[in-house]
């Protein structure tokens, strides 16, 4: 399912409305120049946007176009998939949905999703990545209609989290038809969830100490395949 762009920008557009309409466009030149100048240049011709605002629209540089891209597939399966839209189905259909659909609008964009990725891999960009990783798995968890404000809050973003992400470094490297081998792989992680969710639950029942979410959020990561 390609992303279907809209740059389509009022007679005065605010910077962010400059920056919502140039972030796919960027993404598409970053596969061959990467997230940087020549990109948002390109980007900022592509859409009939002075140059210097296109600048003044990402004041941090190569981090805000990809903060930019990455919001804007959020804004796409939020689209896709809206909340009434979804609560038909059981609460794994719920999130597998959701990922699949972000496995979708990212597939074509795969060489400019390895380049987003490894800017957020330098040490410098941790924080930010976290962000975008935490802005992502919330998301999809208010979309799949979970309300929790206690632990379960932190916890199950942290964990879908761990499993998007340990998804999308499958993605980048899947030749099989139709991504199937990125499907099953994220099957395998969310029946993983799932087991963990039913576990917890039944710990809690039974008034036993919670257990380790660190140590669980790491076996999601670095799994065996």
Same mark, same amino acid.
């Given at each position: ?41 390109? +980007?900022?011709? $592509? ?5 210097? =605002? @296109?600048? #003044? /629209?990402? !004041?941090?540089? &190569? ?43 990212? +597939?074509?964009? $795969? ?5 987003? =990725? @490894?800017? #957020? /891999?330098? !040490?410098?960009? &941790? ?99």
């Amino acid at each position: 399912m390609a992303q279907k762009l809209n740059t389509s920008l009022p007679a005065d557009p605010t910077l962010d409305e400059i920056r919502a309409a140039l972030a796919p466009l960027i993404a598409e030149g970053a596969a061959f120049d990467g997230f940087g100048n020549a990109a948002l240049a390109d +980007a900022a011709r $592509r859409a009939g946007v002075d140059p210097d =605002l @296109a600048r #003044l /629209a990402f !004041p941090g540089g &190569a981090r805000d176009m990809v903060d930019a891209w990455f919001a804007d597939i959020d804004a796409a399966m939020a689209a896709a998939w809206p909340a009434e839209k979804l609560a038909t189905r059981k609460i794994r259909e719920r999130i597998t949905t959701l990922v699949e659909t972000r496995i979708d609008l990212l +597939a074509p964009a $795969r060489e400019s999703l390895r380049r987003a =990725l @490894a800017l #957020l /891999a330098l !040490p410098t960009n &941790a924080p930010h990545a976290a962000r975008l990783g935490w802005r992502a798995a919330d998301l999809m968890w208010r979309l799949a209609g979970d309300t929790a404000t206690d632990y379960n809050h932190y916890s199950k973003r942290a964990i879908l989290g761990a499993v998007y992400g340990s998804t999308m470094a499958v993605l980048l490297n899947d030749e099989s038809e139709g991504f199937a081998d990125t499907r099953a792989f994220l099957a395998r992680r969310i029946d993983s969830v799932m087991r963990f969710e039913a576990w917890k639950h039944r710990r809690a029942a039974r008034g036993i100490e919670r257990p380790s979410l660190a140590r669980f959020v790491g076996r999601l990561r670095y799994p065996g395949r």
